[in-house]
């Protein structure tokens, strides 16, 4: 496949699928056959959980960071934000044995949500401020980008600026108290599902706030809003009248994922 030199273009949740992201970046045409970015001045983005349920999550950020070295010497440009599991490696890092919730420890609530000891193995400290510096929110021309398709960014601020500040400080100190409550807003999803019957409204007034014609997230596998399940998932899901896009392939559920160049659909 040409990659679109001026594109943009998305991946959600990899959940430590190192392979499968490979090969999907090598599809789209911004990998090439030696593994080094071939995108030119194309973006891509990553909506975050680069970590849990699969083999190589550490591989994961790895060869993100790589790209974005690389990407830049051809006027590229590859980001990257915050998903849940991200600081929940971290929690486990820093407070493995610091009680969680009745009977468990951080490192324990990690390991019951996907956590692998060769993640925490291997994590050094250049991953570790890779992770503490990830926004939690973006624009990207028109569009709002997100991990969690949830209201929990209001708790944090009513700009991008604001929520990226805020978040940015819990992970940097690091707080214990800030980080368990930012996990447990985390759990959080639904908020502009079709499902209910505000949703279409929420997400007008989510953009209204932090910017941007429609929000892009992950978070929430697509199977888990269509029933449809994972393995046959090969394209996001467009709802809330085409305000949200949803790119959680699901890749941990058995899905080979998908990337998802952006078109402005609104002006």
């Known amino acids: 496949m040409t990659v679109n030199s001026s594109g943009l273009y998305f991946i959600g949740d990899i959940h430590g699928h190192k392979l499968k992201l490979i090969h999907l970046l090598r599809g789209a045409g911004l990998l090439n056959e030696r593994l080094r970015w071939s995108g030119g001045a194309a973006t891509l983005c990553f909506l975050g959980d680069f970590v849990d349920r699969g083999p190589d999550g550490i591989g994961v950020i ?3 960071m790589q790209l974005q070295s690389e990407a830049v010497a051809t006027g590229g440009q590859v980001v990257a934000i915050l998903g849940n599991h991200d600081p929940l490696l971290l929690s486990a890092y820093w407070f493995p044995e610091h009680p969680h919730s009745v009977g468990k420890t951080c490192k324990d609530v990690w390991l019951l949500n996907g956590g692998k000891e060769n993640d925490l193995a291997r994590l050094t400290a250049q991953h570790i401020q890779w992770l503490q510096h990830l926004p939690a929110m973006l624009l990207l021309h028109d569009k709002l980008i997100t991990h969690a ?3 929990l960014y209001y708790d944090y601020g009513a700009t991008i600026a604001t929520v990226n500040q805020a978040i940015g400080a819990i992970l940097q100190t690091p707080d214990f108290d800030g980080l368990m409550l930012l996990l447990d807003r985390f759990t959080q999803r639904l908020a502009f599902a079709d499902a209910r019957l505000d ?5 007008q007034q989510f953009l209204g706030t932090y910017g941007g014609n429609q929000l892009l997230h992950g978070h ?3 199977s888990k809003m269509t029933g449809k399940p ?3 998932v090969t394209q996001p899901l467009i709802y809330a009248d085409g305000l949200c896009v949803n790119l959680d392939a699901g890749m941990y559920m058995g899905s080979e994922g998908f990337v998802y160049e952006a078109k402005n659909q609104r002006s």
């Open 149 to 151: 398709d949830a209201l």
């Open 220 to 222: 929430t596998p697509i």
């Open 199 to 203: 949703g279409g409204l929420r997400a």
């Open 230 to 232: 994972a393995v046959f």
């Open 62 to 64: 790895d060869l993100i």
